[in-house]
């Protein structure tokens, strides 16, 4: 039954990232450039709590102040806007080499919703990265939905692998 469980967490965790691929809005901006990476401190604005992980320094997590964390992590490799489904504002997508950070608007300021790791050049902070063995995150995790404050931490696995890790806010 938890294994079940785990399945359609994961089967419905896929949906709502297809979802927010692919925004309901009708104006977007695609740009390509490049970046260099800084370390520095978490927004004061919204505490951080919960899950992160960290990037050449630079902690990375739900609820960040978007701004604040780019300029931090450089320019991205691609930028995608579209009108806000949920929220009143627009929903922004930041691609970097190895992660992908989708926002949301809160206000004047852009807040991350979730981040998405892409490959296994980057890693959650226990060491588990895409293509990593389903007992890895086992035996880091337990089984079962994993929240944590006020984010989430999925992993969608493939037979034995990890395929793709994600931290989300949790509204």
């Keep these: 039954m938890k294994k079940m469980k785990k399945i359609i967490f994961a089967l419905v965790t896929a949906g709502m990232l297809a979802v927010s691929l692919t925004g309901c809005g009708k104006s977007s901006d695609d740009q ?20 992160n992980f960290s990037y050449n320094g630079t902690v990375i997590a739900p609820n960040m102040d978007m701004a604040e964390l780019q300029t931090k992590l450089g320019d ?24 992908v950070i989708k926002t949301y608007p809160d206000g004047d300021k852009d807040y991350v919703l979730s981040v998405t790791l892409k490959d296994d050049t980057v890693s959650t902070n226990e060491g ?5 063995a389903k007992q890895t995150v086992l035996d880091y995790y337990g089984e079962g939905e994993d929240t944590n404050g006020d984010t989430k931490l999925t992993f969608l696995i493939s037979g034995d692998k990890v395929t793709q890790i994600d931290y989300s806010a949790v509204k």
Aim: charged share 15%; proline share 2%; glycine share 12%.
């Design 128 to 132: 588990v990265t895409i293509g990593a």
């Design 76 to 99: 991205p490799v691609s930028y995608f806007e579209s009108e806000s489904c949920a929220f009143q504002g627009m929903d922004k997508t930041y691609t970097y080499n190895s992660f």
């Design 32 to 51: 390509t450039s490049g970046g260099s990476v800084q370390s520095g401190l978490v927004d004061d604005a919204k505490q951080l709590t919960g899950y």
